[in-house]
């Protein structure tokens, strides 16, 4: 069968594009190909800074011939009618339509519409134009003379060439033919720009990439990162050094090189005083360079890693001496970054009122940051007033939040007011992704508690689903703190996330906060924690403007009033929130492997207590893969599918269980049975014990097993009856303390 190849060669792309452009062309071209009634056997991009290539295997040399029968109107139809078949069906004159009779609806048109398969070479021209004007690039341009013209070609940089031919191996391909704006399909690419400029003529993939390799030119991502891998770890082995691995910046760098060629630089010793993080950061960054380190695994070494896209007649020197003026110049800089945020302020005069505010010693340069940060006023939000104003509102929860984690208050409440001071910085300036590590490492220069030092990084922790949890006290106080202050801060003002728009990472922030508490066993009431949080916000809306500070007053006098004040969906701010803390939970509980069902099996709209919950969901569970289990399970639901028809007819159910009217053995056991299970799973989620609340449920089997072989619940005697479902009721009730067995499946 044939194959296609496709190359669109122009001038370098940018290298965060070329993945997703690669797999563009080939979705949108194959999805073109299979509507137009072609099938391929397999399809497989590639793509360098030059080009988007696309290998089509197996593909069908010609459509299929289609056949298709349209039914039109009775013969007897009004012309009209007969006239619109026509011009749908595409027929000439009525005599081109046969006649069907049928015996209920009488004679009617049919048209036979025949449509022969077309050759895949006419299909691919056809498409091809379409594909190309239409890409969805990112960001595109328009270049040269025809750019002028309305609707001219563009393309994220200056299309150069088109190849495109198709044929089986056994043959000669054939080129395809088609035009835009110009350029037309052929036969010939180009190689390395610099390496092997002239032109290739190709007939397949392979012939293709054999030529192009030739011409300086690796065509294959995958493999231009392993020489790339490859080659910087033996450059550095042979150095006595390690390379430090950044798959994200080997990702880059193979997408802006064709023709790899791995090389060492080097920069001054004295730079090696700039924190590792920096120095990595600066070099990647500004020279999309590695970094390396020796042998042992500590610290850096003052050399990197460049890679060229060109072999260097003299070796690589000029290449070498260029990257390593550039990579001292960048570092220069962040040296003077790194020294300059340690020494004092110039306008530490100013800053009197902000550090007696958050009770801060002037005489450390983390403290002036801080100090500073306050006394800028600098915007957290609009509605949420200033860095300062939320800093002061974290440290208030931090401290609050020290108890319940373990953690020391003053601890807690000195690493709250620093977590945020290197947001003034220079080191942070240049590199925002630093903010949280600068402040450690200033904390740590001026002798703070490493409990505070590391609580200053780690609280932004964790950043996603498979981001490392906190574990100190400290660090977890703060960490919570903070998030807390950002999903309650922005209900307040009613912008929680809507459908996939999150812009203040609201959900992130909601996962963090599950994260801490169920990893680290913390029991959390987060209903008292917002309440407390209100009060907060209200007592720092001082420096709003007027109209901004009348609607704060306004939304948050509301809010604390949980029962009157609605707002989308009939909820309360606070159940809102909560509600929202229960979707991310059950996502959550679901990713660790817990059953839906027993998730909401547990979940309730007042459960504010997330540990509670995820222990009840284990337990339960734990509970239903045993045999008494299961047929606990089948007995509650029995009763209670009972239960709910009784009640649905209207039958009448007993206030309370009478004794006096317990007939059975079975039903007195059960109802004693029932008694002994309530005080004692009670007891058990009073002492926040759900595995033993899950056995004093399961001692409930045998009686409701024999209770439901003995007894027939609906006597004759109404009283009876009426008392048996009552006893049905407190098994539904009893068992409700720990779970909504109606909610389980099985």
């Known amino acids: 069968m044939p194959d296609l190849l496709l190359e669109l060669r122009s001038e370098e792309i940018p290298a965060r594009m070329q993945r997703k452009a690669a797999g563009d062309l080939r979705k949108l071209v194959t999805d073109a190909l299979v509507d137009a009634g072609l099938t391929y056997e397999g399809a497989q991009e590639y793509w360098t800074p030059r080009r988007l290539t696309l290998d089509i295997r197996g593909l069908t040399a010609k459509s299929a011939d289609l056949k298709e029968e349209r039914k039109g109107p009775r013969t007897d139809a009004p012309e009209k009618a007969i006239e619109g078949f026509l011009r749908g069906a595409g027929l000439a004159s009525i005599d081109q339509a046969k006649i069907v009779a049928d015996p209920k609806k009488g004679e009617f048109y049919v048209a036979v519409i025949e449509k022969p398969g077309r050759a895949a070479e006419a299909i691919i021209a056809d498409v091809m134009p379409g594909i190309i004007r239409d890409f969805p690039w990112p960001k595109s341009m328009r270049w040269g003379k025809a750019s002028a013209k309305p609707g001219s070609l563009r393309w994220v940089r200056p299309l150069q060439s088109i190849l495109c031919t198709f044929g089986p191996e056994t043959e000669e391909p054939v080129v395809v033919d088609f035009e835009i704006d110009g350029i037309r399909a052929g036969n010939v690419t180009y190689g390395h720009r610099f390496h092997a400029p002239d032109a290739i003529t190709v007939r397949r993939f392979d012939d293709y990439a054999d030529k192009l390799?030739?011409?300086?030119?690796?065509?294959?991502?995958?493999?231009?990162?392993?020489?790339i891998a490859t080659d910087a770890k033996n450059l550095a082995f042979a150095s006595g050094l390690e390379l430090v691995e950044d798959e994200a910046l080997l990702e880059e760098v193979s997408g802006l090189v064709e023709w790899p060629v791995v090389l060492m630089g080097s920069f001054d010793e004295a730079f090696l005083s700039i924190p590792p993080e920096v120095i990595r950061l600066t070099i990647k960054a500004n020279q999309k360079c590695f970094v390396l380190r020796p042998q042992s695994g500590e610290g850096l070494s003052n050399r990197f890693i460049l890679v060229a896209n060109i072999e260097a007649s003299d070796g690589g020197k000029e290449i070498i001496h260029g990257n390593g003026k550039v990579v001292r110049a960048r570092l220069s800089d962040a040296l003077y970054f790194w020294q300059s945020d340690q020494g004092d302020l110039p306008d530490l005069d100013t800053l009197t009122a902000s550090a007696e505010k958050f009770g801060l010693d002037l005489k450390k340069p983390l403290d002036q940051r801080m100090a500073k940060l306050d006394h800028l006023g600098v915007t957290f939000h609009a509605?949420?007033?200033?860095?300062?104003?939320?800093?002061?509102?974290?440290?208030?929860?931090?401290?609050?939040?020290?108890?319940?984690?373990?953690?020391?208050?003053?601890?807690?409440?000195?690493?709250?007011?620093?977590?945020?001071?290197?947001?003034?910085?220079?080191?942070?300036?240049?590199?925002?992704?630093?903010?949280?590590?600068?402040?450690?490492?200033?904390?740590?220069?001026?002798?703070?508690?490493?409990?505070?030092?590391?609580?200053?990084?780690?609280?932004?922790?964790?950043?996603?689903?498979?981001?490392?949890?906190?574990?100190?006290?400290?660090?977890?106080?703060?960490?919570?703190?903070?998030?807390?202050?950002?999903?309650?801060?922005?209900?307040?003002?009613?912008?929680?996330?809507?459908?996939?728009?999150?812009?203040?990472?609201?959900?992130?922030?909601?996962?963090?906060?599950?994260?801490?508490?169920?990893?680290?066993?913390?029991?959390?009431?987060?209903?008292?924690?917002?309440?407390?949080?209100?009060?907060?916000?209200?007592?720092?809306?001082?420096?709003?403007?007027?109209?901004?500070?009348?609607?704060?007053?306004?939304?948050?006098?509301?809010?604390?009033?949980?029962?009157?004040?609605?707002?989308?969906?009939?909820?309360?701010?606070?159940?809102?929130?909560?509600?929202?803390?229960?979707?991310?939970?059950?996502?959550?509980?679901?990713?660790?492997?817990?059953?839906?069902?027993?998730?909401?099996?547990?979940?309730?709209?007042?459960?504010?207590?997330?540990?509670?919950?995820?222990?009840?969901?284990?337990?339960?569970?734990?509970?239903?893969?045993?045999?008494?289990?299961?047929?606990?399970?089948?007995?509650?639901?029995?009763?209670?599918?009972?239960?709910?028809?009784?009640?649905?007819?209207?039958?009448?159910?007993?206030?309370?269980?009478d004794p006096a009217l317990l007939r059975t053995e079975e039903e007195k056991h059960l109802f004693n049975a029932v008694i002994q299970t309530e005080s004692e799973a009670g007891q058990a989620i009073q002492n926040e014990d759900y595995s033993a609340a899950m056995r004093a449920l399961a001692a409930l089997r045998e009686p409701i097993d024999s209770f439901f072989e003995h007894v027939l619940v609906n006597d004759e005697d109404d009283s009876v009856r009426a008392n048996r479902l009552a006893l049905l009721a407190r098994i539904r009730s009893a068992t409700a303390q720990v779970a909504d067995f109606s909610r389980i499946v099985g």
Do not use: C
């Open 213 to 227: 390799m030739k011409a300086h030119v690796v065509l294959d991502p995958a493999r231009r990162k392993e020489i």
């Open 383 to 657: 509605k949420l007033g200033t860095q300062g104003e939320r800093v002061d509102r974290i440290r208030r929860l931090a401290r609050e939040m020290a108890p319940i984690v373990g953690a020391d208050p003053d601890l807690a409440d000195r690493a709250a007011v620093l977590a945020k001071a290197d947001l003034t910085t220079d080191a942070v300036g240049e590199f925002p992704e630093l903010q949280g590590l600068m402040g450690r490492r200033y904390a740590e220069l001026q002798g703070e508690n490493p409990a505070v030092a590391a609580a200053i990084e780690d609280h932004y922790k964790p950043l996603g689903p498979t981001d490392t949890v906190p574990r100190d006290p400290v660090t977890i106080a703060v960490a919570l703190a903070d998030k807390l202050d950002l999903l309650v801060g922005f209900w307040a003002i009613d912008e929680k996330p809507t459908g996939s728009k999150d812009p203040y990472a609201l959900r992130r922030a909601a996962l963090g906060v599950i994260r801490l508490v169920l990893e680290n066993g913390v029991r959390l009431p987060l209903r008292l924690v917002e309440e407390r949080m209100w009060d907060q916000f209200k007592r720092n809306i001082d420096g709003m403007s007027r109209a901004e500070r009348a609607l704060m007053r306004a939304q948050l006098d509301e809010a604390v009033q949980v029962k009157a004040s609605e707002i989308d969906d009939g909820q309360s701010t606070f159940e809102n929130l909560l509600s929202f803390f229960h979707d991310r939970l059950k996502v959550y509980l679901r990713d660790q492997g817990a059953r839906h069902d027993l998730i909401d099996a547990v979940i309730t709209p007042e459960a504010d207590d997330l540990l509670a919950v995820s222990q009840r969901v284990q337990a339960l569970g734990q509970l239903l893969e045993t045999e008494e289990g299961k047929n606990l399970l089948a007995g509650t639901k029995r009763a209670a599918n009972i239960l709910a028809a009784e009640e649905k007819k209207g039958t009448a159910v007993a206030d309370e269980v």
